[in-house]
């Protein structure tokens, strides 16, 4: 079995259910311990606008949109060799996942592409989204490649493409309500970062669990997704914990990005 031919198994089959029950890069809330703690004066004010909490747009909210825009690009592609935009979402599978009988999901990943195929997403999307998409929908792509959990074969690095929901454009909260960011480890020992927001900016983070219970938010830095979490429940703390996959390098560099250095 080739490489591709066995990545194609495991991701599709049956309706992603690998890829969609569990989540390399995960977000949960918590309380902030004592560690390593960077100030709210200390942080760079550029670098704390380009951290964003947003609320994100389900695959079901937006397929038949994609679905349509990736058609029309088809039509409009005179190269009989080009891929759409769902076999370029789908990792170039024969069986794209969209086209699957009954595909649904109420996560915000509208597929995965492989590092070499994300620019040529971007371009049909920027030519043809307009028409198509929803007007706050805004699209990024996951900070690190996904993996699949178990898996024994080759991997190609490939992203995820994430549905975030604007509001005017702009997050429903930004990093400037952050007071505080810590690097810590998880109870299992994984580097995470621990976030804490300013009294204004709890009020408006517990809001924004409020109304997203049983739904997902996203953590974008830089323009990339690091995380999406479903929202259990209303958190009135203000205290949001990043952890997943990340490397202590991983941490290290996007703390460093919010002194500003």
């Given at each position: 079995m080739s490489t591709m031919k066995a990545l194609r198994t495991i991701l599709f089959k049956p309706l992603c259910g690998i890829v969609f029950s569990v989540t390399v890069i995960v977000m949960a809330f918590t309380s902030c311990s004592n560690s390593s703690d960077t100030t709210k004066d200390q942080f760079h004010k550029e670098s704390m606008a380009q951290i964003g909490l947003y609320e994100t747009y389900s695959w079901d909210e937006v397929a038949d949109a994609f679905i349509n825009l990736s058609k029309e690009g088809a039509k409009q592609n005179t190269n009989?060799?080009?891929f759409t935009l769902e076999r370029l979402l789908?990792?170039?599978s024969e069986s794209p996942v969209w086209s699957q009988p009954n595909y649904s999901s109420d996560k915000p990943v509208i597929g995965w592409a492989l590092v070499e195929d994300t620019a040529a997403v971007n371009s049909i999307i920027a030519q043809y989204g307009a028409e198509y998409l929803p007007q706050d929908l805004k699209l990024a792509w996951s900070f690190k490649p996904f993996e699949i959990p178990y898996s024994k074969v080759e991997q190609p690095e490939s992203y995820e493409l994430i549905a975030l929901?604007?509001?005017d454009g702009k997050p429903s909260l930004t990093g400037e309500s952050i007071a505080?960011?810590?690097?810590?480890?998880t109870p299992d020992n994984q580097y995470c970062m621990l976030f804490k927001f300013?009294?204004?900016g709890a009020q408006q983070f517990a809001q924004l669990t409020a109304r997203n219970i049983n739904r997902y938010i996203a953590n974008v830095i830089k323009g990339k997704v690091y995380s999406y979490p479903m929202v259990m429940c209303e958190i009135i703390n203000g205290n949001a914990q990043i952890a997943g996959n990340f490397t202590e390098e991983d941490i290290d560099s996007t703390i460093s990005f919010i002194y500003g250095k």
């Open positions: 009989p060799d080009a789908s990792l170039r929901k604007t509001s505080s960011v810590q690097k810590d480890l300013d009294d204004e």
